[in-house]
């Protein structure tokens, strides 16, 4: 869970049952019952949501850890391949095999 988001359900939380108490002592300070339950629908929507977010996210990271390790072996073999084209052909052949590079 994302720390703001964590830190906004915690408030809103604390917010609603306040209120309820209040509410139930006849002092509502202008919030309505249903004001209350449309903030605690809202409240459990955001909490869902949250949570489908870091379920996803925990299904990502192996993914990301997995594609950034063969982008890796991409990046070295692209190296060493165009390592040895630059040392087999002149430099003005380059272009004719994808090395943009002018030096």
Known sequence: ??????????KSRNLISGLRKHLESGVGGGVTPSEI?????????????NQ??????????????EMNRVLDEVKSVYANEKKTLKGYYPQEKWIEYGIPDKR
């Open 52 to 65: 489908e977010c870091d379920r996803l996210r925990a299904e990502l990271a192996p993914k990301v850890k």
């Open 1 to 10: 869970m994302s720390k703001t988001v964590e830190i906004q359900i915690e």
């Open 37 to 49: 339950d449309e903030m605690e629908a809202k409240l459990k929507e955001l909490d869902a949501i």
